[in-house]
Structures are given as C-alpha cells and as structure tokens.
C-alpha cells in the first residue's frame, strides 16, 4: 500500500454525517517537497454560492503558479491574500476544465451538464466551485485534458500579446517560448499575423519550432539580446534578462511586456525588473511595461475563438492521474515541462 492510498483510507474513515464526499489533494502546510506537501485523501465535496457554479472537474492543469503556491515563495504570494502561515486553500490548483454540475441561484449563464474551462482555487479536486466570471465554454474541438492546460497560461500569453499590441506582420520575440505562457504566446502572436521567434533550452528547439516559430534560439548558446535582429514586441517570461540588453534588442519605437520569470529570492527580485521598466518607459520612446493577468471568462471566450479557429493548440508534454498531483507539480517545479502538465481527475 502506497502512502497516498493510506492517507485515502485514514480519511475514508473519518464519520461524514450524509455530506458527499469526493477524492481530491490536500496542502496543509506550504513547503518546496510536493510529495511531502500535497496528499491524496477524501475531503467534503464543496457547494457552490449564489454567484458560483461547481464544476465536476475532468482534468486540471500545472503552471508556475502552483508551485508558487505550494512553496508560498516568493513571499508577496502569501501577502497577496494566499495564506500568511499556511495556505488558506486546500490545494494549489487553479485551472480546470470539466462539466457543470450545479449553479448558484444567481447563475443563469451556465447549464448542467455543459462543458466548461475556467479558474478557481482547489481544481485538483473531483468538483470544484467557480466564480461564474471566471469560466466560459470549453473550446469545442479540444479534448478536457487540452481544455485544461489552457486557461491560465493561454489567457495571460492573449493579455500579454494584447498588451503589447501585436500587429500583422511585425517581429515577435517569446522569450520563454516552450514554458506554459511562452508556448501560447507563439501561437496567439502568429495568430495575430506576426512573424515570431522564440528562445528555451537546447532540448526544447524542436518542440518551439513545431509551435510555429521561425526562428528559435537557445540561450545556453545564442546571445539573443546582442541587438543584431531588432523586434517590434518582445515578450519575456522567462530568464530575468537586464532591460538595457531586452531595449537594444526592440526597435527605435518597440514595447516590451514582462510577464515574469522565476528567481531565488524570496521577495521582490523579478518585479523590480518590472518596477524599472515601468519608471524608464515615460521618457523613451520604447513602451515598457508589465503584466498583472486577469482571470475573466470574457478573455477565455476569446481564447476558446482562437483555439477553435485552428490557429492555437495547447502543447501537452504529459498528464499525470489525480493521486499523482505532487509528481507534477515536481516536474513543472524542476522546469522540465516542455508546455503544459495536465492533471487527469476523471476516469
Ligand atoms: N504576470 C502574470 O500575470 C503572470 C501570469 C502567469 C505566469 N506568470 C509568470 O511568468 C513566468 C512564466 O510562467 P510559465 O507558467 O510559462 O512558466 P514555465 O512554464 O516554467 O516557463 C518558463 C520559461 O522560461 C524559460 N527560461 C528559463 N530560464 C531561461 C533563461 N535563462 N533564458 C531564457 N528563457 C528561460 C523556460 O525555458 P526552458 O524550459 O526551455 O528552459 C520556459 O520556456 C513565471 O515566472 C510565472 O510565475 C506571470
């Protein structure tokens, strides 16, 4: 018997008093170890208030942000209303893709039974409550397990390049182009008209090119920002690279978006980038900013247009089954993931 069996059963065993019951993972404490930190067990399936909708969860998906929310690193996540000492939710998962199960009173947008995609808190998890706003139909030619991996990367890549406001026909450089948010970029920019490059690691050249960019290189070998090819836009999420090489490699007159990058500190390091940015960009005449993405279903609505006109596939490196969650989140923790890590909650 394995340690996440005994933790089902050890919960199995607790007395339910009627309320349904259902499989999920469950974080008490933060920490860096998934193994250590999430479990599997048997916890009371949530019930939605009037203006949420619960979700029977088919499939859910791993990005940075789970890990940051198993760690609670940096420490801004936890002042950002996650937890102080200790997660205030139950797990770290925050996108979904499955079947609406019931409404809230005030939920007329929504029908049982409809295929959805959205973002929540605790969506590994076999149901799952969601905002209303923060879900809309699943993109209709795509499997759970690919409508999953798409809400928060997807919608942040469609902000960024929005943002940045990406033309026909312009240079785009994805800086971070085979992680979650880089791998949507490709497609979304291309999709916009865009004649787009990308930079990752050795081992991931193939897959950026097979998203469609033109030109990839790898920043263990190309010096990228050496100000020989000019981009209109870049987008950066990935590498931490100083704002003078990232604006002598953008034209006379082009913007920059920082969606982020992971660092070792434990506090502000990659926004002060960001905060830099931010200072500079009024007195040139480069446009440089940030990015703080938001989670509304209006933008997964426009994701789910774009993923359904066949310009934007999410890139699945594998899934893992439900009881497996700290697996996968160790494998997008250790940067492993060639675009996104999906969670199978159903079947
Ligand atoms: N601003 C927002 O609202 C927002 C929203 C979502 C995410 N984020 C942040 O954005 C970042 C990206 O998120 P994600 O989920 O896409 O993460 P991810 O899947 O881990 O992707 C990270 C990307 O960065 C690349 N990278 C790593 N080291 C690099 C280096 N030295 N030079 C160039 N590229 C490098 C990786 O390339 P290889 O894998 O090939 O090494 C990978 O493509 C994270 O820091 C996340 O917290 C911000």
Redesign the pocket.
């Known amino acids: 018997m394995n340690s996440a069996t005994s933790e089902v059963e050890r919960d199995q065993a607790r007395p339910t008093h009627g309320t349904a019951r259902m499989k999920a993972i469950v974080q008490e404490s933060y920490g860096a170890n998934p193994e250590a930190v999430v479990r599997y067990a048997e916890i009371d399936r949530p019930t939605p208030g009037e203006d949420e909708v619960l979700v029977r969860v088919e499939a859910a998906s791993v ?3 789970t890990v ?1 929310l198993m760690t609670g690193l940096p420490y801004p996540v936890r002042m950002a209303g996650f937890g102080l000492r200790s997660p205030k939710s139950s797990n770290p998962g925050r996108c979904l893709a499955g079947t609406v199960e019931s409404t809230g009173s005030n939920v007329t947008a929504f029908q049982p039974g409809e295929p959805v995609y959205g973002t929540c808190s605790n969506s590994f998890a076999e149901y799952a409550v969601v905002k209303a706003g923060r879900l809309a139909p699943a993109p209709a030619n795509l499997t759970p397990q690919q409508a999953a991996a798409a809400p ?2 997807g919608v ?1 890549a469609l902000q960024a390049v929005r943002k940045a406001g990406v033309q026909a026909g312009e240079k785009v450089l994805v ?8 791998s949507f970029a490709v497609q979304i920019a291309r999709a916009y008209g865009a004649q787009v490059s990308g ?3 050795t081992s ?1 050249v193939a897959m950026v090119q097979e998203l469609g960019a033109e030109q990839v290189f790898d ?1 263990t070998r190309d010096d990228y920002l050496d100000g020989s090819i000019r981009y209109d836009v870049i987008i950066d ?5 100083p704002l003078s090489k990232l604006r002598r490699t953008l034209t006379a007159d082009g913007r920059l978006v920082i ?4 660092s070792t500190s434990l506090w502000f390091a ?1 926004l002060t980038r960001t905060f830099k940015a931010l200072a500079i960009s009024p007195f040139v005449k480069q446009r440089l900013t ?4 938001s989670e509304n279903g209006r933008d997964l609505t426009t994701l789910a247009g774009l993923i359904e006109a066949g310009g934007v596939m999410p890139a699945i490196d594998r899934t893992y089954p439900l009881r497996e969650a700290g697996a996968a989140i160790r494998y ?1 923790q250790e ?1 492993r ?1 060639q675009g996104k890590v999906v969670i199978t909650v159903a079947g």
């Not at 800086?175 to 880089?182: F, K, L, M, Q, R």
């Not at 999420?237 to 690279?241: D, E, H, L, Q, Y």
């Not at 940030?290 to 993405?293: E, F, K, N, P, T």
């Open positions: 990005d940075m942000g940051h928060i990367s942040t800086i971070g182009a085979s992680g979650g948010v880089g930079v990752c690691r991931k920043y999420t990935g590498g931490n690279s969606v982020g990058a992971e990659t940030g990015l703080v993405s997008v940067g993931a």
